[in-house]
């Protein structure tokens, strides 16, 4: 069964330092997010990619944070300088849509996550 | 905007007990709803779905109703065992517009099972 692949799965860095992450989607899934997840709490969205384009990016913190998804596939999401409240875990989710015009819904296949954790 | 709101948790049942975790929403439109599962150290995993009013979704002995009238979806399971202990998310999408499928989760609630 195809998976969304991320790595590292975890991560220990100093603040200051800079942090990537990776995610691999599912093949042929159009649409990639960034989820940030803090201990006790539900993910919310970072950004959200359809094909290369950024769809979404409200919530995410352009100061420090930055992603990418060049060739629409595998993406890459950067903290530049990480600070303490960002240890959390990092999800990457991709979907397909399924049903018909009118009805249409987005079911997200997520990856295991990267837990970071900023000393 | 969209909001999620779950029972809060620790839940703590010994094997074989009825689940029941409560979910309500706020949404514009007519989203899609959705039971998410969390073992720890792991990523969330689909439970079930549901994309309209009154549809059943169903897994592993899991259920949720689609509720419009109440805005409701909550999780329910006959009988549980030691291994449903997880984290589990409600949360919601709707597809319109360019949201394509963007969602939004409730806080989780921890369910402990002993045996």
């Known amino acids: 069964e195809a998976e969304v692949a991320q790595s590292p799965r975890y991560k220990i860095t100093e603040k200051s330092q800079a942090v990537a992450f990776w995610c691999d989607p599912i093949?042929?899934?159009?649409?990639l997010y960034w989820y940030r997840q803090i201990l006790g709490q539900g993910p919310e969205l970072l950004v959200q990619f359809q094909d290369e384009s950024v769809v979404d990016d409200s919530q995410l913190p352009k100061d420090r944070f930055s992603a990418e998804r060049l060739k629409g596939v595998d993406s890459t999401l950067k903290i530049q300088p990480a600070e303490l409240g960002d240890s959390a875990m990092y999800l990457c989710a991709s979907s397909y849509p399924t049903g018909t015009s009118g009805r249409i819904s987005y079911e997200q296949y997520f990856g295991p996550g990267t837990r970071l954790t900023v000393t | 905007g969209n909001s999620v709101t779950q029972m809060e948790g620790p839940v703590t049942l010994s094997e074989e007990a009825f689940l029941t975790i409560n979910c309500t929403y706020t949404?514009?439109?007519?989203?899609?709803l959705f039971w998410y599962v969390q073992y720890p150290g792991e990523g969330l995993q689909l439970l079930l779905k549901?994309?309209?009013?009154?549809d059943k979704g169903s897994n592993k002995g899991f259920e949720a109703t689609y509720r419009k009238e109440t805005t409701s979806f909550h999780l329910e399971k006959g009988s549980v065992q030691v291994s449903d202990s997880a984290v589990y998310f409600c949360a919601l999408n709707n597809a319109g517009g360019t949201s394509y499928g963007k969602l939004t989760f409730g806080q989780g609630t921890i369910l402990t099972v002993h045996p």
């Open positions: 949404a514009t439109g007519y989203p899609s």
């Open positions: 549901a994309t309209k009013a009154d």
């Open positions: 093949s042929g899934h159009a649409t």
